[in-house]
């Protein structure tokens, strides 16, 4: 079969160090992924974990409820009253770290339509940037009493650890290069609607794969989802060691997208890049920016996505990604509904939830 929904459960279920050390992840824990393909999801699935730290560790069926769920809060977004009640209470903080547009956006909107009080801190605002630790500004933030905290920080593994600091339940909304797992989830929801299905779609993921937490969260919920996932880009944008993993890897862009069901295009990532990975951003989008030549090599009815900020003319063209095979705004539609149902999820959880 080559492809990577078993060969990844395996190899992460029995070599979660040397998968770490292929991806670069340092010394934070990886959990083994369960893929169960065989439970249907009863409607009272109660999801088992306290926070969302990443889509490792969700098993299939986790990730499948999350996306029923999100179905449904799809149809709240598009009403006039688009509120509920599940969150009222309950105290959510938005700590981001890095700079976001999209995904602090849709935390805050996903919290208010669920009827949360929603606090936004940035790090521009906060202690960190007169010396304070993070879990200093955990511990912090812990004693104000907040029900959730979505944390977005530029360190892999910093979510782990400050959820391991506080009582509430934690989102990771981005971790450095290592897991963006509501961007995961809002892809496939974006997919699944799009094409009815996402077992045995071709999907492959371009551009730099290596510094990508995108990519790496995308491939494990691809995988898990029975898609046959393409890693596609220059050699010096793919973590070492990742054939093992069992994904198809291409260097050559036309050979990487040809008949692909779905093309998933990625920022080249210099805020994480130390050195020069690529000649030209010129050069770049010659050989593997997403143009309609390329986009012919696909299937007909590719579709395709990216998870933005987009850098048009690096990694795509502007009439691809505004063209009619372009699933880019429905991503960021679907971004606040999978949110809503991660928060609403999670909330199930807490005391009196
Ligand atoms: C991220 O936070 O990783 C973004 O959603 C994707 C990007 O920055 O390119």
Known sequence: MGYAVFETARYMGKTGAAVKRAL????????????????NQPSSYVFPHKHLLGIEGLSRPDIEALLELADEEVILSRQVEKKKTSLRGRTQINLFFEPSTRTQASFELAGKRLGADVMNMSVANSSAKKGET??????????????LIIVRHHAAGAVQLLSRK????????????????TQALLDALTIKRAKGRIEGLVVAICGDIMHS???????????????????????????????????????DMREGIRDADIIMMLRLQRERMHGSFVPS??????????????????????LVMHPGPMNRGIEISTDVADGAQSLIREQVEMGVAVRM????????????G
């Open 213 to 251: 937490r995108v990519a790496r969260s995308n491939m494990i919920c691809l995988a898990a989802l029975g898609a046959r996932v393409r890693l596609v880009g220059p050699t010096t944008l793919m973590p070492a060691g990742i054939e093992r993993f069992g994904f198809e890897i291409f260097h």
């Open 281 to 302: 951003t010129k050069e770049y989008f010659r050989y593997f920016g997403l143009d309609d030549e390329k986009l012919a090599l696909a299937k007909p009815d590719a």
């Open 166 to 181: 506080v009582d509430c339940s934690v989102i990771n909304a981005g971790d450095g290069a290592h897991e963006h797992p």
């Open 24 to 39: 670069g992840l340092g010394s934070f824990c990886l959990y083994p992924i369960i893929f169960d393909m065989s439970i």
């Open 341 to 352: 149902a991660v928060l609403e999820a999670l909330a199930r959880r807490l005391p009196n």
């Open 134 to 147: 993070l879990i200093d500004t955990a511990m912090t933030l812990n004693a104000m009493r907040p029900d």
